[in-house]
């Protein structure tokens, strides 16, 4: 079965500290990989993806994900947090050939000052 | 990249009556997918809307319940039928988006729905 978790249910970082969300991913085949944000009464914000390449890829507000295929892992980070990162952060994995997006479980990043 | 029009954003209805959202994109789209998120939880996809065809539900999600329809490339709908406070939730249309390079997601802005 294709399945995506999110270990944390919630990290804390001080701003200023790096941060690291982690995702580990079960999927056939090469994994269409992507992280996404959601901040209160807001909708889903699309942060970077990986679909092939390097495994380190950059996307919005100075975040970057690491592809580790042996790991089966794409874990989400940032070199120095900000209070205003604080927000729900969900991975997904695109399920084989149907599209279908698969999400993990969401991790809740709090940021304080 | 597509641009997704989600109708309504927000409503309050009383059990046992039916809710359509509406999903308009802007652009010919051949995957289209219907998701909810219970408070507090993460996204679950309910079916994917098929062109021309019944859309295909995902285990726990039937037809009566979720019915959906898509009748041309950049247009479904979503009802939510004889609903129950439980069905209270952000429901959410996506699309592979053929315009995004390497491939892509775009989704609706939700309908947050409350059932009274």
């Known amino acids: 079965a294709q399945s995506v978790a999110q270990p944390e249910d919630q990290v804390n970082v001080a701003e200023g500290n790096p941060l690291t969300v982690k995702c580990t991913y079960s999927?056939?085949?090469?994994?269409?990989l992507f992280w996404y944000v959601q901040y209160p009464n807001r909708g889903l914000q699309f942060l970077l993806k990986?679909?092939?390449?390097?495994?380190l890829v950059k996307g919005s507000y100075g975040f970057e994900a690491e592809f580790n295929k042996s790991q089966t892992s794409f874990h989400l980070k940032k070199p120095s947090a900000l209070v205003s990162d604080s927000a729900l952060y969900f991975c997904?994995?695109?399920?084989?050939?149907?599209?279908?997006?698969?999400f993990g479980q969401g991790t809740t990043l709090q940021v304080k000052p | 990249s597509a641009v997704i029009s989600q109708k309504p954003s927000r409503d309050i209805c009383q059990r046992g009556t039916s809710l359509t959202i509406q999903c308009q994109v802007d652009s010919q789209v051949t995957m289209m997918f219907w998701y909810r998120q219970q408070p507090g939880q993460s996204l679950t996809l309910i079916a994917t809307?098929?062109?021309?065809?019944?859309?295909?539900?995902e285990s726990g999600f039937v037809i009566d319940k979720f019915p959906i329809s898509r009748p041309n490339l950049t247009f479904s709908t979503l009802t939510v039928s004889n609903m129950s406070p439980e069905d209270s939730s952000i429901y959410l249309c996506?699309?592979?988006?053929?315009?995004?390079?390497?491939?892509?997601?775009?989704f609706g802005s939700g309908t947050r729905l409350t059932v009274v």
């Open positions: 809307a098929n062109q021309g065809s019944e859309a295909t539900y």
């Open positions: 997904a994995v695109r399920a084989g050939n149907t599209g279908k997006l698969i």
């Open positions: 999927v056939s085949g090469n994994p269409y």
């Open positions: 990986y679909i092939t390449g390097d495994n």
């Open positions: 996506s699309v592979v988006d053929p315009g995004a390079a390497n491939y892509g997601y775009t």
